[in-house]
């Protein structure tokens, strides 16, 4: 008898049989389908290599292609520059340097269908092609700058994907690279001499398997369709962000070599170009494009833009924008043979015309403003009062404070989503403005944060608190986009944003982002503590100036003094009437009493009136618990009706506020006291020499009329006393 072991072992093998061999099949279809030849053992990622070229490290610039490469259809003379198919064994001087990224270089076609090949038959005169994969807009104007005295061209021609100008805010790319920073107003280079990228048996075995895997033709279509970078690596990949502002960076670079071009008689042309799948589905450059042709422009470099000519090819014909690029299925590659000649063309038009007018000299990088220390987020101390909304998140007051200052905690709630709480914005011009606040992990988590104007310009920065980094992204079209992050005492952070907003009315946003800093998650537990948030104008964060509380302008602390004359015989003040009762229920000190819901559907309340308070700020207190329902409302009014409303949720611990009338500035506040009980704070301005205090209850859903049905709360320790702050009841 067959053992049941035998019968599972052979199931396995014969399922494992079948998918061996419809991959197999499928293999050999799609290399059929595509003119692969469908029974040679080829290396495809090896051929890819070939015509991206062999990256070898160079100490100032990262990588660069290595001499002397040969291959069917890439090859490279000195200094890594690549051939342009036409038998050339030497640079020759004296013609058209092109540098720039893989877009430049001709990753994908042949050495005579790159576009500086194709531009150096267009115009009759050399053009060098200088360009190296993956290099970002810094390593570019590093590579023209070493190559200016050796070729000694005639025409510099700067070619950036809008991507380049990312890679600028990279301290490694996939590979160590040099990168800048703006420190005291000036350039300054880090890495330098680039880090040699370390290797070991992690390499070792990643590069085992992709040799294996790049038989494959299958696999290698979809690698280089979702990760061509990551699959045509030859060492260990990595990607660490730095805290800069890419595109000020590439500014200040652009202005530089335009300087040194400048001495050397040299014309410069910027080219700008764009991925297939930017083309599609943008209606124009990137945020981070625009900024650097409008200093490219400031500073008389002429700009060769393609977006406007491929965009208005895709809308002619979605599918023949496909025959511009390299494609793999559906997947945009690089350019084309055809894409190429295209960018050559529209290079030979501007080469043609006579150069733009303006000087290096004539651009001027925007200087560092300093924070004016003028915190416009109000009230920065009762934060709640502040918020917009919340979106699959938390927003509470926790304790203890710090120095004074209250601590609210953030937190991710329900299923997988973004989770963020937003604050009202603040009615300002625009300019540039920094929004700042301390911060401290109470989970796993990192922290987002977002500043922009009205019509969405600013930036975010995605601060990691583990470890203490900050990566700056642009919204729009701001400038000026800077962030930091410092530690400060008892384990928190200070943190910072920096943008100029080309529109008014700044808003923050605080985004929760999970483990591994990603903004869209299930909520596992991830928390972060925030105080002192401020938002001012300037481009540096100054000391946290509270906008309420004590410490603030204006601030009068509580006097002790309570404007409520029997407090513990409330039941003699308040009116009676057929809506509510409050009932005393102890005789103890302070003594608690029962506020009850009584008769038909109706708004359910009573009150104190004529309470002798001369003109200023007050603030009313007490202490209060469930006892059928959750939810009270308290007002504090003057004759005129003028005053403050807070509504107050004793299950969740949450308060909110609106200000009646003519009153300007109101708080409410809920905390947690002994037992089950919480101390409400609610305060506001009088105008005149009256007072009058009603307490109301709500229903479960926090509806004002309704038929009660067992609603109560019961209060102890009323105050009402002269001052933003509460005082001590007597007890």
């Not at 003699?572 to 029962?594: C, D, F, H, Q």
């Not at 909110?656 to 905390?671: E, K, P």
Request: charged share 20%; aromatic share 6%.
């Amino acid at each position: 008898m067959e053992k049941p072991e035998a019968r599972i072992g052979g199931k396995a093998l014969l399922l494992l049989g079948s998918i061996a061999l419809s991959v197999l099949v499928g293999e050999l279809a799609l290399r059929m389908a595509t003119g692969q030849p469908a029974f040679r053992l080829v290396n495809f990622r090896a051929v890819s290599l070939e015509s991206s070229g062999t990256r070898i490290y160079d100490p100032d610039l990262g990588w660069i292609q290595r001499t002397g490469f040969k291959s069917r259809s890439v090859n490279t003379l000195l200094h890594g520059v690549r051939a342009n198919g036409m038998g050339e064994s030497a640079i020759r001087p004296g013609g058209v340097l092109a540098v720039g990224d893989s877009f430049t270089a001709g990753t994908e076609v042949s050495d005579a269908e790159t576009w500086p090949a194709q531009l150096e038959r267009l115009i009759g005169e050399p053009v060098i092609n200088a360009g190296i994969p993956g290099y970002g807009t810094d390593q570019i104007v590093m590579r023209a700058e070493q190559l200016l005295a050796i070729v000694r061209p005639r025409v510099l021609l700067v070619d950036f994907l809008s991507q380049d100008i990312l890679r600028s805010g990279y301290s490694n790319y996939g590979a160590p690279k040099p990168y800048y920073t703006i420190e005291d107003d000036r350039l300054v280079l880090h890495n330098s001499p680039v880090p040699v990228q370390s290797s070991g048996f992690a390499n070792s075995l990643t590069a085992a398997i992709k040799s294996v895997v790049g038989y494959s033709f299958a696999a290698h279509q979809i690698m280089m369709a979702f990760a061509p970078d990551s699959w045509l690596a030859s060492g260990k990949q990595s990607f660490t962000r730095i805290t800069n502002d890419p595109s000020e960076v590439t500014c200040r670079l652009l202005q530089r070599l335009k300087l040194r071009t400048e001495s050397l008689g040299t014309r410069m042309l910027l080219v700008m170009q764009y991925g297939g799948d930017a083309v599609r589905a943008w209606t124009a450059p990137s945020d981070d494009a625009v900024p650097v042709k409008a200093c490219a422009h400031a500073m008389g470099i002429q700009t060769v833009d393609e977006f406007d000519s491929l965009k208005a090819v895709y809308r002619a014909d979605p599918e023949t924008l496909k025959t511009y690029y390299a494609m793999t299925g559906d997947a945009y590659g690089h350019m084309s043979a055809r894409g190429n000649r295209h960018v050559a063309g529209l290079i030979a038009s501007a080469l043609a015309e006579p150069p733009v007018a303006g000087r290096g000299g004539d651009y001027a990088p925007e200087r560092m403003e300093p924070g004016e220390g003028n915190n416009l987020l109000r009230p920065s101390e009762s934060l709640r009062q502040a918020l917009a909304g919340m979106t699959f998140a938390t927003f509470t007051q926790a304790e203890p404070s710090v120095d004074g200052r209250r601590v609210y905690r953030v937190a991710a709630t329900g299923g997988r989503s973004e989770h963020y709480v937003s604050f009202k914005p603040v009615r300002a011009d625009a300019g540039v403005y920094t929004a700042s606040l301390y911060a401290k992990p109470d989970g796993k988590a990192c922290l987002r944060v977002q500043l922009f104007d009205r019509e969405r310009n600013g930036m975010f920065a995605d601060f990691d608190l583990q470890q203490r980094t900050a990566v700056a992204n642009p919204i729009g079209g701001a400038s000026s986009r800077r962030a930091a992050v410092t530690a400060a005492d008892g384990g928190w952070l200070r943190l910072s944003i920096s943008a100029r907003l080309r529109f008014g009315d700044p808003q923050i946003v605080l985004q929760l982002s999970g483990k591994d800093c990603n903004e869209n998650f299930e909520p596992n537990g991830e928390a972060v503590l925030v105080r002192g948030l401020q938002l001012e104008r300037g481009q540096s964060a100054s000391i946290y100036q509270p906008t309420s509380g004590p410490g603030s302008e204006g601030f009068v602390a509580g006097d002790g003094s309570n404007r409520i004359t029997r407090p513990e015989a409330l039941e003699t003040m308040v009116g009676k009437g057929e809506i509510a009762a409050l009932v005393p229920t102890s005789a103890s000190r302070p003594r608690i009493y029962r506020l009850l819901a009584t008769g038909p559907v109706s708004e359910h309340y009573v009150g104190i009136g004529d309470i002798a308070a001369e003109a200023g700020p007050y603030t009313l207190s007490l202490e209060a618990r469930p006892s059928g329902t959750e939810r009270l409302r308290l007002q504090v009014l003057d004759d005129s009706n003028s005053g403050t409303m807070g509504d107050f949720d004793l299950s969740r611990n949450e308060a909110s506020v609106a200000r009646l009338g003519s009153v300007q500035h109101g708080d409410a506040d809920i905390q947690p006291s002994a037992g089950n009980w919480r101390r409400l704070t609610l305060t506001t301005s009088l105008a005149n020499g009256r007072a009058r205090v009603l307490f109301q209850l709500l229903n479960r859903e926090g509806g004002s009329a309704f038929a009660p049905a067992g609603e109560a709360v019961e209060l102890r320790a009323v105050q009402l006393e002269r001052g933003h702050s509460v005082s001590d009841y007597p007890r």
